[in-house]
């Protein structure tokens, strides 16, 4: 039995992030567009892939929290925000539109899974 074709995306291809800010913190969480995707992201976004990142731009460490009822995960990235948003003198020291660094990971997933107009229904 041959195995399932897999290709390789960009995250923003089967997932949406959502981001936000506190202090020198930043905080990324993670939701595939079909849950069956959960455990693949579970598999491959790891906290160290995350942290090297970010980790040109001072990332001390990433903590990830999985969420699986709700098939997300959310990333909290320390001392990334180059103090803050009232401690920095770069035009966004919010953690807002960081979201799309992750987005631009790449990731390993079924072809089936990438094609927006059909669910990826059976488990991955």
Same mark, same amino acid.
């Given at each position: 039995?041959?195995?399932?074709?897999?290709?390789?995306?960009?995250?923003?291809?089967?997932?949406?992030?959502?981001?936000?800010?506190?202090?020198?913190?930043?905080?990324?969480?993670?939701?595939?567009?079909?849950? =069956?995707?959960?455990?693949?992201? !579970?598999?491959? *976004?790891?906290?160290?892939? /995350?942290? &090297?990142?970010?980790?040109?731009? +001072?990332?001390?460490?990433?903590?990830?929290?999985?969420?699986?009822?709700? =098939?997300?995960?959310?990333?909290? !990235?320390?001392? *990334?925000?180059?103090?803050? /948003?009232? &401690?920095?003198?770069?035009?966004? +020291?919010?953690?807002?539109?960081?979201?799309?660094?992750?987005?631009?990971?790449?990731?390993?997933?079924?072809?089936?899974?990438?094609?927006?107009?059909?669910?990826?229904?059976?488990?991955?």
């Amino acid at each position: 039995m041959s195995a399932e074709p897999m290709v390789e995306v960009l995250l923003h291809e089967v997932a949406h992030a959502r981001a936000g800010d506190k202090g020198n913190r930043l905080n990324i969480s993670l939701f595939p567009y079909d849950e =069956a995707l959960y455990p693949l992201l !579970v598999e491959q *976004v790891t906290a160290e892939r /995350v942290h &090297g990142l970010f980790r040109h731009r +001072g990332a001390t460490g990433v903590k990830r929290y999985e969420l699986p009822t709700i =098939a997300g995960l959310n990333f909290v !990235v320390d001392e *990334v925000l180059e103090g803050g /948003v009232n &401690g920095s003198l770069n035009l966004d +020291g919010h953690g807002k539109t960081h979201s799309f660094r992750l987005l631009g990971l790449l990731v390993r997933v079924p072809a089936r899974c990438v094609r927006r107009d059909e669910a990826c229904l059976s488990t991955v």
